[in-house]
Nanobody, 123 residues
Framework: QVQLVESGGGLVQAGDSLRLSCVKS????????RAWFRQAPGKEREFVAA????????FYGDAVKGRFTISRDLDKNTVFLQMNTLKPEDTAIYYC????????????????WGQGTQVTVSP
């Protein structure tokens, strides 16, 4: 079973930046799409960004487009989420996930999930 471990969350002020990391416990070419979702209290899980490890194609949710960047380091089995110009509405638990192939914005299409890392943005 492949495990995903997130890190990099924390408490920051509006306008600051954070970089989240997600390490995959083992390389598995059957699961080549990596993504980030987030969930704020009382809200549904929301798509943030996704990347294809095979093609480096990326896709972003409208709320973060232009501020967040997803990237990957294949040698380290790691995906990053660089978050700039953070806003209080970005406050949520951020989850790393992956699926077979093809980018999807639905959490139902993803197979493995990490435990999440808390991001809190103060005004």
């Amino acid at each position: 079973q492949v495990q995903l471990v997130e890190s990099g969350g924390g408490l920051v002020q509006a306008g600051d930046s954070l970089r989240l990391s997600c390490v995959k416990s083992a390389r598995n070419d059957d699961f080549s799409t990596r993504a980030w979702f987030r969930q704020a209290p009382g809200k549904e899980r929301e798509f943030v960004a996704a990347i294809s490890e095979r093609t480096d194609t990326t896709f972003y949710g409208d709320a973060v487009k232009g501020r967040f960047t997803i990237s990957r380091d294949l040698d380290k089995n790691t995906v990053f989420l660089q978050m700039n110009t953070l806003k209080p509405e970005d406050t949520a638990i951020y989850y790393c996930t992956m699926r077979g192939q093809g980018i999807s914005t639905s959490s139902l299409d993803y197979t493995f999930w990490g435990q999440g890392t808390q991001v809190t943005v103060s005004p």
